[in-house]
């Protein structure tokens, strides 16, 4: 993974993509939202044998447009770009 939690902050419109490499194919699905929270959570994972016995994995916490949350787990397969947010032209001259 070239990114790291800590380029992004509450607040940022990003697009996410991931990609799940296959043997005769790439699975990609690309999502946008507003970053909610970056963080890194320790999974329930008792075979990890890291920090405290768990795996920790980088999680993106991003809200959707409809309101949906969607959590991502970030890999070196995932890769994401800031959006610039449209701002409305003043309707008043």
Known sequence: MGQTLDQFTAGQRVKVTQQIPQVDDTWTNTIIGTVAKCERQ?????????????????????KLDDGEIVTINMDQYTHVELVEVEKAADAID
């Open 42 to 62: 320790k999974t329930g994972s008792w075979f990890a044998h890291s920090k405290d016995d768990k795996l920790w994995l980088d999680r993106l916490i991003l």
